[in-house]
C-alpha cells in the first residue's frame, strides 16, 4: 500500500464529497427549512437522470441547458406536489413520512411502467482524463464538483441575500409573527419545498452520466444522502459540505484497505455514534431567541 494508491483514494473520495453534497442539497432545504422528512428525495434524483437521459440523450438539448430545464421541470413538479399534497400535513411527522414514502413509490413504479426495467446510458459530456502528477481524475467528476459549488453558493445567496431567502429564514424561525407582519407563508412553503426538489432534479441529472439510467437509481442514494445531513447538521449547508468530506474520504480511504461493503457499514456505525453524541448534528446554526 504505497503512498500514490493512498494519494489517489483521497483525490476519489475528495471527487465523491463533492457529489454527495450535490445530491443532498435539497434534503437540506425540505428536512432544515420545512421540518419535513422527504422519503421522495432519491426519488426526485432518478427523475432527474431520466431527464438527462431525454433531454441530453436522446433530444440532444446542450447539457447545460438539460441542468437548468431539469431543475425547472423539478421545482414545478415540487410546487404542484406541495401545494396538492404536502400543505396538508406540516407538524404531522407520521403523515408526512408516509405521504413522501407513497410519493416515492409512485415515482419509482411509474419510472418503472414507463420505461421498463432496462438500463439507459448517458454520455458524459467530457470524456478526458486529467493527470496531476501521479494522481488521475475524470474531467466530468471535476464538472461535477464545479456544479455542487455553483449549487451551494446559489442556494446560501438565495437563503442569505435575497427577499424571498429571507422569508424563508423568518418562516422557519417564527412562522406566527411572520404571518402577523402580512407575509404569505403558504407561497413561502410552496416555493421552498420546490426548490428542495428542483435541486434534487439537478443532482440527478448531473449525475446520470457517472452511473446506469433506471429505476432504482434513487435507492442507492437514500442511506448516505440521510446520514450525510442528519451528521452535518439538518440546517446547515456548510455543516453537510463538512459531513460529505468526511464521510466520501472515509470510505474512499477503507475501501482501499477493505471492501466497500465493509467501509460502508464503519462510516455508517461511527455516522451514529457521532449523532448519538451530537444529536444536532456536528454543525448547527444558531437562531435568534
Known sequence: MNSVYIGQLIV????????LLLTSLGLIIIMGYMKVVNLAHTSMLMAGAYL????????????????????????????VIERVIICHF????????????????????TAL??????YKQVAAPV???????????EAYRLIICGIAVIALLGTMLFINRTPMGRKIRSTTQNRTMTECLGI??????????????????????AIAPLST???TLGDSWLTNTFMNVVMGGVSSMLGTLASSFLIQESISLLSGFASSVTAQIVVLLFVILVVRIKPEGLFTPKERR
Open 12 to 19: 476519489s473520495g475528495i471527487s465523491s464529497s463533492f457529489i
Open 52 to 79: 438527462c437521459y431525454f433531454l441530453y440523450q436522446v433530444a440532444h438539448v446542450p447539457f447545460v441547458l438539460t441542468l437548468i430545464l431539469s431543475y425547472l421541470l423539478s421545482f414545478a413538479f415540487g410546487a
Open 90 to 109: 406540516y407538524g404531522k411527522m407520521a403523515e408526512t413520512l408516509l405521504a413522501t414514502y407513497a410519493l416515492s413509490i409512485i415515482l419509482n413504479q
Open 113 to 118: 411502467l414507463l420505461f421498463g426495467k432496462n
Open 127 to 137: 470524456k478526458t482524463v486529467l493527470y496531476f502528477g501521479p494522481f488521475y481524475i
Open 184 to 205: 404569505d407563508t403558504r407561497k413561502v412553503d410552496t416555493i421552498t419545498f420546490a426548490h428542495g426538489m428542483g435541486l434534487a432534479g439537478l443532482a440527478g441529472a
Open 213 to 215: 439510467v433506471t429505476y
